[in-house]
């Protein structure tokens, strides 16, 4: 099952459920969705559940805010996370806090969900990724999936939950197809948020990633095995709340760990991983941990300058080597 | 100085709305310039209709079907830009003159003895508070105030023109709303003064009322963003098919903000049951309305988005409740968005951070206090009627003090919320994070509690 259709079904099966659920977007309905992730919703569910907005983030962001406030579960989709920025201060300061500072009298079950990160060729105010933003703000949960199976389970997950959701898609992945098991296709299916999955695991060095990073780390991880490193990849799923536990309980494992990230390094999601195992696991390493991602800088256009601007597999398998001692650091060589 | 809207001498007495005409351009102005480039019978054919000059034509059927504009479009071979401002400003509907008398008897709907009474205790009521709360601030009392003087018809008109099931969606000058709706001198205390009895749990500063059970969303301090959120709570409304509608408040500043203009033009394409009330009161903090905007004030946006509007006399509390009246009417039977532009003055200061005789004459502040107090020219209405005199004035304004310093003496020394409220409705639930946070948090409290205020009480908090 592709990504997108594993999203676009989720959504169709939460809203066939719950008629609470509805859309909210630039092109979701008679377009079919810029990425066709709400393919055929509008011809199902009517205009009034699958609304065409204006052009204006702020506006429909606020609006959807408005809506769940007075009991509406809204799906509101940015084209891509670099348009939330116009309705951050909805996102923060509507969203994100308005259950706590109304004491629990207004509580907001949106989903604000769409394509993040890098993709292929669209420039600097295209391509970057957000999820370090909406991390650090106490009031929202930040999810990433990689597969369909991590799509379907955590946009149910999104859906029902009563706080306010980030979803943090990928382009590039919506194409790909993963296979799904009878338990993934039932409509009933959820994952719980909060939990990483550990894809494949290993004894020598753990590699932390999330979205197409897994991906890569899980390509990584079997030219490392050739070389007799066994690497463990965990995908992070959830961002916020991270799942410390499960990383934390892998070092002490493995004793290495690689953080892996597409986004801008300064503040990124591998800062706050390296803080989390040096408060909890500092005995246990063996190694400083290694933090791969993306150049720092923003992203140029052209595909040469693209592709050394975002992290490659051979980065991660020479950052694991690194932790493993095969190679020497890159300041003991300056 | 401030150049607030006056009201320019052009009072009316519809009692309906006043549908604004559409304006085209300059007649007397930018034609007559144009004409001096032609010679005299191109000017004397200024002064003709314009039929004579345009000839206006309108598109075949088949180009209208397909017209970008949506139906017939007049077209005109005479250039002509609308004026950046209209002829005459928007008229402003009042219903008292300055006597306390009705203008027009026959155009006001009228209002039931009841509701006209308590509508000018609650006015009372509210500016007492604002004195005392004031006052208790300057004391070092609460930290912070913001007062509503000089916009208590406003509030309570137009809380008194809505029912219970309305949704209120505040900026922060609109307490009154709340206070119609029973909120206690009590509880508007507990809140400034953020005990435990605040049911916002002391986490909001002064003035950041709410309450779920009165249908008032609680108070954020972003501006205008609370506009965008009364559309998407209308188009819940809409949704459920309630006999009810939204009201979000904003003032002169607000209308700035780019979520006024999303939020209205939205409300129009989504056709939400909402009542945009904006409290143009002059003043966003220093800046008068003239550095605010150059249009003719804020009721003319509504037609640019397509919203119904109209300019009401903010203190005159019988226009505003008879605006707010039928503006629910038609929010609600035609599903639509509706703007009324209240046109009133900040007497008090923006806030208590604030003082407003560094930016504007105090005769300017005198003068509205006394020529169009809504309080007074209220009262002058009820006591033309029988139904108030001094007497009844004397005895409300001493018990509402009474009530007041009592509610701030109770709310002084009641104690603060307890500890383990830092720490709920972040999420849903408490995450376990949180729940080892407040638990470190409460051991060292109890093993340094000379560190710690002895008015924090320290209680557990839920395991989620």
């Not at chain 2, 345009?54 to 970008?68: G, L, R």
Request: contains cysteine.
């Amino acid at each position: 099952m592709t990504v997108r259709d594993a999203l676009n079904s989720a959504i169709d099966e939460e809203m066939s459920a719950d008629p609470k659920v509805f859309l909210m977007g630039e092109e979701v309905g008679e377009y079919q969705g810029a990425y066709k992730i709400t393919k055929g919703l509008l011809e199902k569910y009517g205009p009034d559940r699958v609304l065409d907005t204006p052009i204006t983030e702020a506006g429909f962001t606020g609006i959807g805010v408005g809506a769940a406030y007075h009991g509406l579960k809204p799906i509101v989709e940015f084209m891509t996370f670099n348009f939330s920025m116009q309705a951050i201060d909805h996102i923060i300061n509507s969203a994100a806090k308005s259950n706590y500072m109304s004491a629990g009298q207004i509580s907001v079950p949106i989903v604000f969900r769409g394509p993040n990160g890098a993709a292929a060729g669209v420039g600097a105010q295209h391509s970057q990724c957000y999820a370090p933003w909406f991390a650090s703000c106490p009031g929202l949960k930040v999810l990433a999936p990689y597969s369909s199976e991590d799509a379907r389970g955590l946009m149910k997950a999104a859906i029902r939950d009563p706080d306010p959701v980030v979803f943090l898609e990928n382009e590039l992945l919506y194409g790909e197809s993963f296979p799904v098991s009878a338990e993934v296709l039932d409509s009933s299916f959820c994952l719980p948020i909060g939990k990483a999955k550990i894809e494949r695991e290993g004894k020598d060095v753990t590699i932390t990633a999330f979205s197409k990073m897994v991906g890569y780390a899980l390509k990584a991880a079997e030219i490392l095995s050739k070389e007799g490193i066994s690497a463990e990849v965990i995908n992070l799923r959830s961002i916020r709340p991270l799942d410390r536990a499960t990383i934390n309980n892998s070092v002490r494992k493995t004793n290495r760990l690689v953080t892996v990230e597409e986004g801008f390094p300064q503040h990124g999601i591998g800062a706050e991983i390296c803080a989390s195992v040096v408060e909890d696991s500092f005995e246990y390493l063996d190694a400083a941990i290694e933090r791969i991602a993306g150049a720092d800088v923003p992203m140029p256009y052209a595909a040469n300058l693209e592709r050394l601007a975002v992290p490659q597999v051979e980065d991660i398998v020479r950052a694991a080597k690194r932790t493993c001692y095969r190679s020497s650091s890159l300041a003991a060589t300056a | 100085m401030a150049s607030l809207l006056r009201n320019s001498g052009k009072i009316t007495t519809t009692a309906g709305l006043i549908a604004r005409p559409g304006f085209q351009g300059g007649r007397g102005f930018g034609l007559s310039s144009f004409s001096l480039f032609f010679s005299s019978p191109r000017r004397f054919q200024t002064t003709e209709s314009e039929s004579r000059v345009d000839s206006h034509c309108y598109d075949d059927e088949i180009s209208q079907k397909f017209s970008v504009l949506g139906g017939k479009v007049p077209y005109t071979s005479g250039m002509r830009f609308t004026s950046e401002l209209p002829e005459e400003k928007v008229p402003c509907y009042r219903v008292l003159d300055n006597n306390g008398q009705l203008i027009d008897s026959r155009n006001f709907a009228g209002i039931s003895k009841e509701i006209a009474m308590k509508m000018y205790t609650d006015m009372v009521k509210l500016n007492t508070m604002d004195t005392i709360f004031y006052e208790a601030q300057r004391q070092g009392r609460i930290s912070f105030y913001v007062t509503t003087t000089g916009e208590e018809a406003i509030n309570i008109a137009s809380a008194a023109a809505l029912k219970i099931d309305d949704f209120i969606v505040p900026q922060y000058r609109e307490p009154g709303i709340l206070l119609w709706r029973g909120f206690t001198p009590q509880d508007f205390a507990n809140q400034c003064f953020s005990n435990k009895f605040d049911d916002g749990k002391g986490r909001q500063m002064p003035v950041h009322y709410g309450s779920k059970k009165l249908n008032y969303f609680t108070v954020a301090s972003t501006i205008a963003s609370q506009l965008p959120h009364a559309v998407g709570a209308a188009y819940s409304l809409k949704m459920d098919g309630k006999d009810a509608c939204v009201v979000g408040y904003f003032g002169d500043g607000g209308s700035s903000e780019g979520d006024f203009h999303a939020a209205l033009n939205f409300a129009a394409v989504l056709e939400a049951p909402v009542i945009f009330l904006c409290r143009n009161n002059g003043w966003a903090i220093s800046t008068p309305a003239s550095d605010q905007f150059r249009s003719d004030g804020v009721v003319v946006k509504g037609q640019a988005y397509g919203v119904r509007s109209i300019r009401v006399d903010g203190n005159d509390a019988l226009a505003m409740y008879s605006a707010v009246r039928s503006a629910r009417e038609m929010a609600i039977t035609e599903q639509k968005p509706i703007l009324i532009e209240a046109v009133t003055y900040r007497v008090g200061h923006h806030t208590t951070s604030d003082d407003s005789t560094r930016y504007r004459p105090l005769e300017e502040i005198e003068w509205w206090q006394m020529a169009r107090n809504p309080l007074t020219l209220y009262r002058k209405w009820l006591e033309s009627n029988g139904w108030w005199n001094d007497e009844a004035e004397a005895e409300l304004r001493s018990n509402s003090r009474k009530e007041l310093l009592k509610a701030i003496q109770v709310a002084e020394k009641i104690e603060k919320p307890p500890v383990g409220d830092m720490f709920t409705d972040v999420y849903d639930a408490v995450p376990s994070n949180l729940f080892e946070q407040e638990k470190l948090l409460q051991q060292t409290v109890t093993r340094y509690p000379q560190d710690y205020p002895s008015d924090v009480p320290v209680r557990a908090v839920p395991s989620s």
